[in-house]
Nanobody, 126 residues
Framework: QLQLVESGGGLVQPGGSLRLSCAAS????????IGWFRQAPGKEREGLSC???????NYAASVKGRFTISRDSAENTVYLEMNNLKPEDAGDYYC????????????????????WGQGTQVSVSS
């Protein structure tokens, strides 16, 4: 059974950092495109970053230069390193996986991924 489990969320001060983890089971993360998404209270879920099977990455303008996505095949985990966090970065963070969404194009930041985790909450406040 394919499963994604996010962890690493919490409360951080503005300007701080967090590293989120997306642990996968039932499939190999290097054979799927993996995306990170955020849903702030009262807002729609938005794509932040993704990584393709080739290791190509894509970032939303709002997080480019502050967030970094990476993959550890040995741990079967994808990470989202978040630096210089801002209050507007608060929300529920989800990872998602799909085997074909990135074929013939850059991995998308849209919500068309097939498999989703349950999310981890990030709060940014002083």
């Amino acid at each position: 059974q394919l499963q994604l489990v996010e962890s690493g969320g919490g409360l951080v001060q503005p300007g701080g950092s967090l590293r989120l983890s997306c642990a996968a089971s039932g499939f190999n993360v290097d054979r799927y495109a993996i995306g990170w998404f955020r849903q702030a209270p009262g807002k729609e879920r938005e794509g932040l970053s993704c990584i393709s099977t080739k290791g190509d990455t894509n970032y939303a303008a709002s997080v480019k230069g502050r967030f970094t996505i990476s993959r550890d095949s040995a741990e079967n985990t994808v990470y989202l390193e978040m630096n210089n966090l801002k209050p507007e970065d608060a929300g529920d963070y989800y990872c998602a996986a799909d085997p074909t969404v990135h074929l013939f194009r850059r991995c998308p930041l849209s919500l068309e991924y097939e498999y989703w985790g349950q999310g981890t909450q990030v709060s940014v406040s002083s």
